[in-house]
């Protein structure tokens, strides 16, 4: 990524500063009975890392980077993967009282 | 230039990405919207992972000839590490929510922690503030894998017992003070140059070795029930390693996703600390379990059992009932009984309410799925400012596997632990029936005067068992009240 805009010092700051603020200001809007499903979403979101991952990985030019680019993308193709799984589950669950056909007991039954 | 395209390409990709998580997170406000949510934030994944491959065409001169084997190594870890967790991920009980989101936690942070070894390793890191940056996303990233994976053995009942020894607190403080000055070492070294004391590689490894030790130690006096701010807390250090190591490879998706995570995480962590009535520090850094417990007080009024059957005809003839789920229901898998009593007294013409603390579950939030997954319509469930004021009005409150957070001494006893932490008013309700496995204290170790109250009668039993016997009570009464 060398040939990109350089994000160096203060740039940077500001970037970690507005992220922060809009995390805080966009999560304390979800409402509790969320907040599990939410976790796991950011969580998800932190999963972006596979990508910093890749990029290590393809650049690799030693067995010892190629061994640790490879741990890096495995753990977090794993979390981007399992975050959006079960997030994705959780979130099906939740339905209003107009819909109470529909149960969870599909995914009562395939729980062992 | 022909290396432009794939730049613009990527460059495009990662911003796509960072605004779709943003997105996606904020659809998240709503039960309505939040599924779509999700499956947004899922769609900036896949852009910017399947950009990340265009990557290729611009690898520096020495990773050239590696290109094709890294290729496959990388498409090889995409699909086992992936498929394994999406696999896992969709099979995983409710129940187990908690123990798998700190597994997920730590493989970010790991590969968060991975990243920053490469760049150290490879001495790519050059300069002061992204070294110092890259070691500070390092340090971050392992303390969140090892402290991580302690903590799902913890919650998947691996390890059973919050370990503490002698001077726990003196020894954590040495092995950090130790790892920052292993990393002020490496920094010092590298920049004035000079020969280290050890050979490079071996110093990083030494850097690796003391956090991962260090998270271990931090987590594993840490007792079951202060989980759910483990959890948030780890989950905001894997984002804020991600945004460091995002700083470092100079890749802003990575930047902002992991700020904003840390930001989200951090603000889940101080909502569950208030919830618990306790400071982020005091949960970290004290010994819960070593706090004095107090001695059985003197409670007026007594005990008073009652049959299970007769507390669900009692509920049948109600007007309204409020109910206090918390993990005791979760650990009796009385989710689904408690919903099918739920809909035998509605459709008696009972009006039915679920009143959730924050700290129901061990995670935030965890009851609230647990709910929604034995069917429970969101509608029905409450959180605690919105529904503390109904209970005066309610005939029945029904606490079910829940103590400490319906205990009335947080709001008046100054000597109690409890004291001060945000509690859901049962004791104001006209009756109480408390459904529990034997007499004894709650998690705090602290006696209960609700259960001693006028209105109040114990319903002892496995949660599961008793509702059992209150559903065929109230379908005994007759088809009416069992349609």
């Known amino acids: 990524m060398e040939s990109q805009i350089e994000i160096t010092g203060f740039v940077a700051l500001y970037i970690f500063m507005l992220a922060a603020f809009a995390g805080w200001v966009i999560i304390g809007h979800v409402p509790a009975i969320l907040h599990t499903p939410l976790m796991s979403g950011s969580n998800f979101v932190h999963g972006i890392v596979v990508v910093g991952g890749l990029f290590a990985l393809l650049n690799a030019s030693s067995t010892t980077e190629q061994a640790i680019g490879f741990f890096a993308v495995l753990l977090g193709a794993g979390n981007a993967a399992g975050g959006y799984a079960v997030t994705e589950r959780m979130l099906a669950m939740f339905q209003t009282s107009g819909q109470q056909t529909r149960h969870a007991k599909p995914h009562h039954a395939k729980k062992a | ?483």
């Open chain 2, 1 to 483: 230039m022909l290396t432009m395209l794939p730049q613009l390409i990527i460059g495009a990709a990662d911003l796509a990405a960072a605004f779709l998580f943003l997105y996606g997170l904020q659809r998240m406000a709503s039960p309505v919207t939040a599924p779509s949510g999700i499956f947004v934030a899922g769609l900036g994944m896949l852009v910017a992972i399947l950009a990340s491959f265009l990557y290729a065409f611009d690898v520096n001169e020495a990773a050239r000839p590696y290109l094709l084997v890294n290729i496959a190594l990388a498409l090889v870890a995409l699909a086992v590490g992936g498929g394994l967790a999406w696999w896992s991920g969709k099979k995983v009980a409710m129940t187990s929510m908690p123990q798998m989101v700190a597994l997920y936690n730590g493989m970010g942070g790991g590969a968060a922690g991975a990243i920053a070894a490469v760049e150290l390793f490879g001495g790519k890191a050059n300069g002061a503030t992204q070294l110092i940056v890259t070691l500070l996303g390092a340090l971050i990233g392992a303390v969140s894998l090892s402290g991580s994976l302690i903590a799902w053995a913890k919650l998947d009942g691996i390890l059973k017992q919050p370990l503490r020894i002698e001077g726990q607190q003196i020894l954590n403080l040495a092995v950090m003070a130790a790892t920052l000055a292993v990393g002020g070492y490496i920094v010092f070294v590298t920049l004035a140059g000079g020969v280290p004391v050890l050979a490079m590689p071996a110093l990083i490894g030494l850097f690796f070795g003391l956090a991962l030790v260090f998270g271990i130690l931090m987590t594993l006096p840490i007792g079951g029930a202060d989980m759910p701010v483990v959890i948030s807390i780890y989950n905001a250090f894997t984002g804020l390693a991600v945004g460091l190591e995002g700083f470092v490879l100079q890749n802003p998706a990575l930047m902002i996703a992991g700020m904003v995570v840390g930001a989200a995480g951090m603000l889940l962590t101080l909502l569950m600390a208030k919830a618990m009535n306790r400071s982020v520090g005091n949960v970290l850094f004290t010994n819960f379990g070593t706090v004095a417990k107090h001695k059985k007080s003197d409670m007026p009024g007594s005990l008073k059992p009652a049959e299970a059957g007769d507390a669900g005809i009692y509920m049948r003839y109600a007007k309204n009932v409020i109910i206090v789920p918390g993990y005791g229901l979760a650990v009796a898998q009385g989710q689904q009984k408690l919903y099918e009593f739920v809909k035998l007294l509605q459709s008696a013409g009972v009006a039915v309410k679920f009143a959730v603390h924050p700290v129901a579950g061990r995670m935030p939030g965890q009851m609230d799925v647990l709910l929604a997954e034995a069917g429970v319509p969101y509608d029905l469930i409450f959180q605690l400012e919105d529904i503390n004021d109904d209970f005066a009005s309610a005939d029945v409150a029904l606490v079910i596997g829940a103590n400490d957070v319906v205990n009335p001494a947080a709001r008046s006893d100054k000597a109690s632990p409890l004291y001060g932490m945000p509690i859901l008013n049962a004791d104001k309700a006209k009756h109480v029936y408390v459904v529990k496995r034997g007499g004894g204290a709650g998690y705090a170790g602290v006696e209960n005067a609700l259960f001693y109250g006028d209105n109040c009668n114990m319903v002892y039993g496995d949660a599961q068992a008793v509702l059992v016997k209150m559903i065929e009570a109230v379908r005994g009464l007759g088809l009416s009240a069992a349609a």
